[in-house]
């Protein structure tokens, strides 16, 4: 057993590497995913991570795999999308769904044709799956910068935050903090998601922020618990999917989304708030 | 309590450049309990709206004057809170205190005391713990009228506070709307139970989309009034031509 769920991590460099990665990827990505899922925003997470591709792409383009030249590119491009977005919503007739669905379709399109301008296939699984196995010293303080500075800024954003989720109107009536609070609220997604990016790639980068926030839901109705809870099922994705990748021989990335997967599918099962289970067999009803 | 009066000039309030409200003049007075009455689409919201500053006027300008910046409450109609939120009504009614605690500041004793006396002159001890998902449209409203209790606020806006809501609750939530009265607050309610206007509300306003009558309320709900209310065209005209008025 010691063998089995130790040694990987005692023995091989590389794999205490993407455990601390992935540590810290579960600590800004949960609570960040608990937002987007009780904003109603779990695809714009999604819709995001795509569009931080091409930013990164001439990041690529330009430097090659240079850390921060992909990071810089991806941030811009995540900015850049989720403005044009928000803007075209505000302007037009379409809403915000639909022009982020527009906007990311594009992205992925002109990323991976910029990657294939230059590199291999390789390189373009690299950024598409990311290279949670080779984790520098440089990335791993970019994933703990990123999670500090995520978790500090959703703790002194939580109240507006929160009341601009449940009462959009109350907040605008009493204070002018909603727009700003939301503007930095998806800074700090796309923050996340490059951060993400570069142990999981663009394609799965948002998996680390929005099943450990789902399964969460169906635990508690506390956000505080909510946001704790994320995290747990984040650290033991990353924990499970290592151990999985490293014994099966799985790729990393995939393996841990996949464990991820699977504890979303025992919370949709089991989860005290709305599973599966308790909808079929409730018990007896109560006498008030 | 520093009353807050509301003065209109000349203001006009709509969407695109189709008006809601159409040249209202006037003034709500400091303190005075007042009810805005109208047919549906007479822009009574939009005239809260207007008051709350959600809205721009298209024309004219409506100001605030009273001691201070003495915040505005505000209730929405059907407020457009989302009740699957998982938030406890504790927590809904204690933001309310925003304007004392506002993005950062903690809620100390004292507070905690305010939202338990919140809590109970709206008769919902024992819901502190209770997701909003699980209350019922009167216990809503009941939990909204604690939380304006806590924004203590100089001027009320309430958009059909009673729309669907029990005797047993409008009644209680009444009894508040006329505290605050006794509190020299000033209360604006849009409302269409004419009878409630008449016993609860001193003053009226009828508005379709032109102000039909401003005044005491027994003057104002007289049966040609009500007529002339009732006759408003809905529907506005796509062809219309600029408005001429006090244009010279």
Redesign the interface.
């Known amino acids: 057993m010691v063998e089995f769920l130790i040694s990987p991590f005692s023995e091989f460099e590389f794999m205490q590497r993407a455990l601390v990665g992935v540590i810290a990827i579960a600590l800004g990505g949960g609570p960040v995913g608990v937002f987007l899922m009780l904003r109603r925003m779990s695809l714009t997470g999604d819709a995001m991570a795509h569009a931080i591709l091409p930013g990164a792409a001439v990041g690529y383009l330009i430097a090659g795999l240079s850390l921060p030249a992909m990071t810089i590119g991806g941030l811009i491009a995540g900015v850049i999308v989720a403005v044009a977005a928000g803007l075209v919503s505000r302007l037009t007739n379409l809403k915000e769904d639909a022009s982020l669905a527009a906007f990311y379709l594009l992205s992925l399109a002109l990323g991976v044709t910029i990657v294939s301008l230059r590199g291999s296939n390789v390189d373009l699984l690299h950024v598409l799956f990311g290279t949670v196995l080779a984790l520098d010293d440089q990335t791993l303080l970019l994933l703990a910068s990123i999670s500090t500075i995520t978790v500090l800024a959703l703790a002194l954003l939580y109240r507006p935050l929160v009341l601009e989720c449940v009462d959009p109107t109350f907040l605008r009536s009493v204070s002018r903090s909603g727009t700003p609070v939301h503007l930095v609220f998806v800074g700090l997604v796309v923050l996340n998601l490059v951060g993400g990016f570069h142990a999981l790639g663009t394609l799965l980068a948002v998996g680390m922020m929005m099943l450990p926030a789902a399964a969460a839901r169906f635990w508690t109705n506390d956000i505080t618990v909510m946001m704790v809870v994320s995290i747990a099922v984040g650290i033991v994705s990353g924990i499970g999917g290592l151990l999985l990748s490293f014994h099966a021989e799985l790729p990393a990335g995939p393996a841990i989304i996949l464990t991820a997967g699977g504890l979303y599918g025992l919370s949709l099962a089991l989860g005290r708030e709305g599973g599966l289970l308790w909808l079929a067999w409730p018990g007896k009803h109560l006498e008030a | 309590m520093p009353a807050t009066s509301v003065r209109f000039d000349e203001v006009t309030l709509g969407y695109g450049r189709h008006p809601a409200v159409h040249h209202l003049d006037g003034e709500i007075a400091a303190g005075s309990l007042t009810a805005v009455v109208g047919p549906n689409g007479a822009g009574k919201s939009t005239l809260l709206k207007g008051i ?1 500053g ?1 809205l721009a006027p298209l024309e004219g300008r409506i100001s605030l004057n009273g001691a201070g910046p003495g ?4 209730l ?1 109609q059907a ?4 009740r699957s ?3 406890s009504v504790y ?2 009614v204690a ?1 309310g205190l ?2 004392r605690s ?3 500041g903690g809620i100390g004793r004292k507070d905690r005391t305010r939202i338990e006396h919140a809590l109970a002159a709206v008769g919902l001890i024992g819901f502190e713990r209770r ?2 998902s699980t209350l019922s449209g009167g216990q809503m409203q009941r939990a909204l009228f604690a ?1 304006l209790l806590l ?1 203590d606020a100089s001027l009320i806006l309430l958009d059909e506070p009673f729309t669907a809501i029990d005797a047993k609750t409008t009644a209680d939530l009444l009894d508040l709307v006329r505290r605050w009265h006794a509190e020299k607050r000033t209360v604006v309610a849009v409302l269409h139970d004419l009878d409630m206007v008449r016993r609860v509300f001193p003053e009226t306003l009828l508005i379709a989309r032109e102000p039909v009558a401003w005044g005491e309320t027994g003057h104002v709900l007289s049966p040609e009034n009500l007529l002339t209310a009732r006759q408003m065209v809905e529907a506005y005209d796509p062809h219309a031509a600029p408005c001429q008025r006090n244009a010279a």
């Open positions: 709350v959600t915040p505005v409450a505000y929405p407020a457009e809170i989302d939120f998982p938030l927590d809904l933001m925003w304007s506002g993005l950062f997701p909003i939380r924004q």
